[in-house]
């Protein structure tokens, strides 16, 4: 018998237990973070949900830990042999994880119940979750950012609120209309902050078409198309400032502080949960959400929250029932109207009603050609040492070119001492 | 009957290493126990999953020729170290003398001094941050009202450890009643002799108070720069590091490392290297406070 054909058979076991419950129900352990708001709501009713379908035989114990706690915590409990049978974690990293084999393996699992992951789940999260062959992660919720506009800004400058820029050119001459300044020179209202929110220099290098990963699979930043890049960017910068705009920024805080909730700032690139904040703290507030403006192809930013079984799970066909129940299409549904976030189901997204939504469809069609920060296991967190090299350009203190090849030193360094030390 | 006695001695002994027993307990399984382990780790590539694999002295020579931020964190570390210290021990000495001349009322404005201490420190951290606020924050407000415009402070690459420096003045209340007591130590007729041979209160401070304080001073330089060295939660909350890494002091490097690399062996590796030059300098110190002290 084949190792799939043993799994599907176990799997309906555990199907079939859950009618005649005759043992002492598995207790599974859950670590999440949805600890407050609708999110934690529709969680515990999930959980309750599963736990009542599989009386006697399963039950999920679930503890919802802060996002500042949870990271500290749960790599505490791995490294002390006590992490839970299933766990959220962060999806842009699921390959350093399933290098130090603490992740099980789910693609026989999913072969075994019949489910092709191509088919449920989008491109990018997908990819984030494989390793080697395998799929070491499901993707439970994820993001996209995109350009967000005043419309009531927009008309006060007289700019057609429902026709959003495309290009950058576009953009900045709408930014420039919106833009206000104050009696001492200060910035009132800023049409476009480059420096507001989610935006994030990859994001502009992908929409020039840039890869940070050359035709030999090595990650390079300074590329003459990076440093290229980057120049643009610190001219976006520069022509509004950098002291001002820093100035401008520290107004503003998060939640009802935000200066886009305020209506200090035209556009924007934020995250799509911010539709949440915006409900939250400005119902009101007359807003528009489009694609990030283009210089060549389409491109922003996607990361998010896998779900994950330990490969040390006593039980583990359990663990991961329990893990597609909650990628089933059934309940990410549920979840999507109360996340604030993405769900990484693919047909569940797609769901007619959801699709009614403009600003559900515009997230849904950006998940489409989304990139996630290429994952490199000698370089994990290499994106850090771009983002320094952003901001060295970006302060004066470096010129792009010479910011990036330090950067690109950096992280080769990087790569050579994951070499010595593994 | 010395027998006896040794014996009741014993026991009396024997009680209180009971006593201490919880403190020496605690002592040697988190504190000893840690210290030794991360020794132990320093030598080894340990990622919290899988056992700690042993690689020598690799991490040491990855610290010392292929980590160029470390260096720039360790002089993040020290230009806040003695940059606080220093402002904390002029500052300190200065508002002890006026509140030892000014004995009445002293004991309140000691406790107003000392309450700072004794708050919970997250919250006074966003109170600073939004007192560094460059518009509307507090600090450039009252700069401008003489007409200065102030930095960015926290978002400043050049403004953000001074601003941290300024902000650890607050705790300044401890090192402001050690010295109290200092000063109500110095024996008031060296200040009466002193006046009998005409000296003014300029040369009253340097000749008499100076001198006489040298231990106190001494003991708020090495408590200070040690208390400094382990800056971290300033940064951690506050600043996250930035901007462009100005703030990315020692500790807050070691914490990233092992908990978001999860570098531990090297993390530990780190920790050592900071160690190995803190015990030095606490030790050249106490050199130089010799020289210093000649009584």
């Known amino acids: ?93 699921v390959g350093m994880r399933a290098s130090t084999g603490i992740l099980l393996d789910l693609r026989p699992y999913l072969e075994a119940a019949d489910l092709s992951p191509e088919e449920i789940f989008f491109n990018g999260p997908l990819s984030m979750c494989s390793y080697e062959g395998g799929i070491y992660a499901l993707p439970l919720e994820t ?53 507001y929110g989610q935006s994030y220099f990859w994001m502009y290098a992908w929409g020039n078409g840039v890869s940070f990963i050359d035709e030999n699979g090595n990650l390079v930043v300074n590329s003459p198309e990076v440093v290229k890049s980057l120049e643009e960017w610190c001219d976006m910068i520069n022509r509004l400032g950098l002291e001002k705009l820093l100035a401008f920024g520290s107004n503003f805080g998060w939640g009802a502080a935000d200066a886009f909730i305020a209506g200090k700032v035209g556009m924007g690139i934020q995250v799509g949960n911010m539709v949440s904040n915006i409900k939250a703290y400005a119902p009101d507030l007359d807003y528009g959400i489009a694609h990030i403006p283009w210089p060549k192809q389409k491109a922003t930013w996607s990361n998010g929250f896998s779900l994950e079984i330990s490969s ?68 994990p967190l290499w994106y850090m040492n771009l983002q320094t090299a952003v901001e060295e350009a970006m302060y004066g203190k470096k010129t792009p070119q010479q910011a990036l090849d330090d950067a690109q030193k950096l992280i080769e360094a990087d790569i050579q001492k994951y070499k010595m030390t593994h | 009957m010395p027998k006896r006695r040794s014996k009741y001695f014993r026991r009396k002994t024997l009680i209180g290493y009971l006593f201490a027993a919880p403190w020496l307990l605690g002592m040697s399984l988190f504190v000893l126990g840690p210290i030794i382990a991360t020794l132990f780790l320093s030598f080894t590539t340990y990622d919290m999953i899988n056992p700690p694999r042993w690689i020598g002295l690799v991490n040491y020579k990855i610290l010392f020729s292929l980590d160029p931020s470390f260096w720039k964190a360790l002089g993040n570390t020290f230009y806040y170290m003695f940059g606080s210290v220093f402002l904390k021990v002029f500052i300190g000495l200065f508002f002890a003398i006026l509140l030892s001349n000014a004995l009445r009322g002293m004991r309140i404005f000691r406790t107003i001094y000392f309450l700072p201490v004794v708050l919970p420190s997250i919250p006074v951290m966003f109170l600073w941050m939004m007192m560094f606020n460059p518009k509307s924050g507090l600090i450039n407000q009252i700069l401008g009202f003489f007409g200065v415009e102030g930095p960015l402070w926290l978002n400043s690459p050049v403004w953000s450890k001074p601003a941290m420096i300024l902000m650890s003045l607050w705790g300044i209340g401890g090192i402001i009643v050690i010295f109290l007591a200092g000063l109500q130590d110095i024996p008031e007729y060296l200040y009466e002799a002193a006046e009998l041979d005409g000296a ?38 506050m600043t996250g590091g930035g901007p462009l890494e100005s703030t990315t002091f020692v500790n807050l490097k070691i914490y990233l490392l092992a908990f978001k690399d999860v570098k531990m062996g090297y993390a530990s590796a780190m920790a050592w290297v900071m160690f190995m030059i803190l015990v030095p300098m606490t030790i050249l110190l106490f050199k130089i406070a010799k020289k210093w002290m000649n009584y």
């Open chain 1, 1 to 93: 018998m084949s190792m799939k054909k043993a799994l599907a058979l176990m799997l309906v076991f555990v199907m079939l237990l859950s009618t005649f419950s005759l043992a002492r129900a598995t207790k599974i352990k859950f670590w999440h973070m949805y600890i407050s708001g609708p999110s934690k709501d529709i969680m515990q009713e999930i959980i309750a949900d599963f736990n009542e379908a599989h009386k006697g035989v399963i039950e999920v114990e679930d503890l919802g830990i802060s996002f500042w706690d949870y990271w500290d915590k749960l790599r505490v409990a791995m490294a002390s042999r006590q992490e839970p049978d299933v766990f959220l974690n962060d999806l842009g990293n």
């Open chain 1, 143 to 195: 993001d996209v950012r995109l350009l967000f506009y005043n419309k009531d800004l927009f008309r006060e400058a007289g700019l057609d609120p429902e026709k959003p820029p495309t290009t950058w050119e576009e953009l900045w001459e709408y930014a420039d209309r919106i833009t206000k300044v104050d009696a001492d020179g200060n910035y009132d209202i800023v049409g476009f902050n480059p420096l």
């Open chain 1, 312 to 379: 040390r799970s006593k039980h583990k066909l359990a663990a991961v029932e329990f893990a597609l129940y909650l990628m089933s299409d059934e309940v990410q549904l549920k979840l999507a109207g109360k996340l604030s976030s993405l769900i990484g189901n693919k047909r569940a997204a797609y769901n007619p009603e959801l699709m009614e939504d403009p600003e559900w469809k515009m997230q849904i069609e950006a998940l489409e050609y989304t990139k996630f920060r290429p994952f490199v296991l000698e370089a």
């Open chain 2, 200 to 237: 003014n209160r300029v040369q009253k401070f340097w000749r008499i108070t100076v001198p006489m304080l040298m231990p106190v001073i001494f003991f708020n330089i090495v408590t200070g720069l040690i208390g400094a060295s382990q800056v971290f939660a300033e940064s951690y909350i």
